[in-house]
């Protein structure tokens, strides 16, 4: 995991920027023809946005949950999971539905939700927000629960919080900006996933430290603006 922060930072620090190299075709090989690009099927337009589907949506998914938590957790683990179940589907349900609308968000995210089966599938669908939509949410979030942080590691929450800033930075190539946000949530939903010993909550802490250090000082090198 700390490996996927040094990973996270290096973004900041640089932006995304991959160059392959197509293999070349030896002379006097292949035809046009064999040459020529496959022709792109034209996917149509793209669903309308229909925020209405998001509540319904998430209570499927977190009634699913519930069975399987019911089905296969221990007994005397399987109430605290169902709660916490409970309390974040009824958190996103609210927030959701009108973060959508404020928002505007796509159409492609709301279908996407709809279809989606389980937590990881909707979570997955976050590819269709914009950077700034995603830090919306993330804040929205966070002002429902009445949060600091998602973590709960002073240097882990600071992390995430000067993060998400540096994804509304417009001086920030807009290329790496939804891989940043993404891969900051990513790294904190597995951590949160943990059993954490006070062993480990010193050295993520350390590991937090340390990418918090980096995106600071990518930050001031491109002219973004931060809350300290």
């Known amino acids: 995991m700390i490996r996927a922060l040094a990973a ?3 973004i900041a620090a640089c932006g995304t920027s991959a160059e392959t190299s197509a293999p070349s075709t030896p002379p006097g090989r292949g035809s046009a023809a064999q040459l020529a690009p496959a022709p792109v099927e034209d996917p149509g337009p793209p669903p309308p946005r229909d925020c209405t589907l998001l509540a319904p ?5 977190i009634a699913t949950e519930i069975d ?11 109430p ?18 009108a973060q959508c609308e404020s928002e505007q968000w796509s159409g492609a995210y709301t279908a996407c939700i709809d279809e989606a089966k389980t937590r990881d599938h909707a979570r997955a669908c976050e590819v269709h927000l914009t950077a700034l939509q995603q830090n919306a949410l993330a804040v929205a979030i966070k002002a429902e629960t009445g949060a600091g942080g998602t973590l709960g590691i002073g240097e882990c929450d600071e992390w995430e919080r000067i993060t998400l800033q540096l994804t509304t930075c417009d001086k920030f190539p807009a290329e790496s900006r939804q891989a940043l946000a993404q891969g900051v949530r990513q790294t904190m939903d597995t ?3 943990q059993a954490m010993s006070e062993d480990t909550r010193k050295s993520i802490a350390t590991a937090c430290r340390s990418a918090l250090d980096s995106i600071k000082q990518s930050m001031q090198s491109l002219g973004c603006p931060f809350d300290p």
């Open 8 to 10: 996270i930072a290096l």
């Open 57 to 61: 949506a998430i209570e499927r998914i």
């Open 68 to 78: 399987a938590i019911g089905r296969d957790r221990p007994a005397n683990v399987a």
């Open 80 to 97: 605290i999971a169902i709660a916490e179940a409970k309390a974040t589907g009824a958190l996103l349900a609210k927030v959701l539905p």
């Open 191 to 193: 951590w949160r996933k």
